[in-house]
């Protein structure tokens, strides 16, 4: 489904295209995800998103491996399934083994364990972590 | 404040000292953060969760500075301010950069943006990152 | 499915019939989603329910096409599949366009994102925002 | 502070005042905290929200301390910190001691780990959980 | 599906077995639901998990039905389905009939109503809520 | 406070200051907020955030009060303290009343209300609502 429907490339505005072939150039691969397809409905959401995500996932003081696995330990966080498929995948791509994902997801678990010990306690935050 | 109060390490059963113990110990520090000190009026929870994060939080398949800094994502994401000062400090402390933070927050925003637009254009997951 | 099942109206109370009749009255259709039919099981919860929103959801300061919209833009935000689409069926039947939809979109997906950029960077509320 | 300021008994308008007194004989206390205060500038959502928290929380299959808990802890997952305050003076006065506290704030943080395990984990519901 | 599969009973390893077992005599029942057999990719956070939830979910200072319906209403608020349909279950077996799970909805969904409402008034904290 | 601090126009490097020219001449005004100062430790996420911003909010399918109702709206629900002080005020700026601050609030209550109860019911998705 999506809410107004998948544009395909050959159904696609040449300025959609552009950004449909970046994707592909940028990623090395010769298919476009849903996500992508769905979002064409609004060139200037489309590409405005892309060009942000290209810039961000880009390696930096991070490489492209931690970036993608804390990009699912938000949408893990936030419990999105697509977000949680999609970026499992470019995890793993991008190097993340079956032991860095368990490690990951206990890492995730145990911060939305306690975010709400922290809360439920009220506990104040201490002088020495005042910036 | 803190719901029940704080627990202050000269006020301690042997119970709690013990893990006050381990934690300073295992931190190679002096001191006990508000955390701990509000989750000593439930030594059960406090000796698990201590126990739990001593585990979790260690080198593994993945480094303790990366575990820090998802750990912060997932803070930043739930919004828990005590959570995101505490975790600050301790990614710092084990290595995290201004420039490291600053594009760990550019990660954690951009990915909750795109669940969300995941989710309003009602997204459906691609056959191919169905595992 | 749905944890109790459906009442279908057939199957209902006099009680239920009442609040079933007065949903379809005053949306001028001749169905009921399932939304209802799943409180139904709790006629006080389906009564209180269906008052607040026709209540709330009627013409006022605001029009019912915002209120649809702002519906929506929080369902997104929450992630709420059965929620996403019935909303945009609402907000659909109320006068939104994909135009507007896809603008909503792009307004709920930003400020998920700078929601979590200020919690991360903990920017303190400026004096002037005070109120 | 409060968005539009608090409107006081002294201040309040009978229609206000109406709510005010009720809240007040329901619970057998001579004050009025802040939620209400704030809400009365909007006497519809007032009286609206405060009938429906009237019905919901009295007696009924679950007992009020337990209805008190529960609302606790979805305060507490959701990070509020009024509510997290409010409820838990409210659960005390229905008898909620330290110990329930405690074990009450184990299973809301155990409770949200591993929602996110299972979400991250991508687990399919089993057959027999179907209803 | 589930990211890394699941492991079955007849497959699993000694270390994975024992806590199966465990799961079993624990629960009085003769299966294992996927939760468990995804998590035994990772025996750590199995094992540790495990002994968390069953620590915690024992009678104690609440009941185990109150802390099944606890359990429950965090997993409505994170809109978990996996969770929701897991709990609804479990505290069905606990004891929980329509009536109490109808009544346990209607105290989740006004809470997670009036914490907005809190949050969007900017209501702050009274002072006697102040511990 | 602010993790990295707050840079004032006087220290700003002549990018930033670009960017803090832009937003006061888009605004009308001759003040920059915290949220800008904090994030000019971030140049490129400065400066894509405020780009993003600023196409999103202007006047499109939907005028800039209702994208800055919609904004508050996501803030409320995210009980972001920042988000929604200064979206208030921007709101009010745009034209929002007390009585259309009011209607939003109780649509935002609401929807946050019923997003539960549908989960909690398990309801499935009506056939009429697929796109």
Known sequence: MA????????????????????????????????????????????????ESIKEIMSAGALDPLTKEMVYLAVSVTNQCPYCIA??????????MTGAMFAELMAVVGMANETNRLVSGYQVEIDERFRT
């Open 3 to 50: 809410t107004l429907g998948l544009i395909e490339y050959e159904d696609a505005s040449p300025e959609v295209r552009a950004v449909y072939d970046d994707i592909m150039a940028t990623r090395g691969t010769d298919w476009i995800n849903n996500f992508w397809k769905a979002l064409a409905h609004d060139p200037a959401t489309l590409r405005r998103t892309w």
């Open 86 to 95: 999609s970026h499992t995948a470019a995890a793993r791509k991008a190097g």
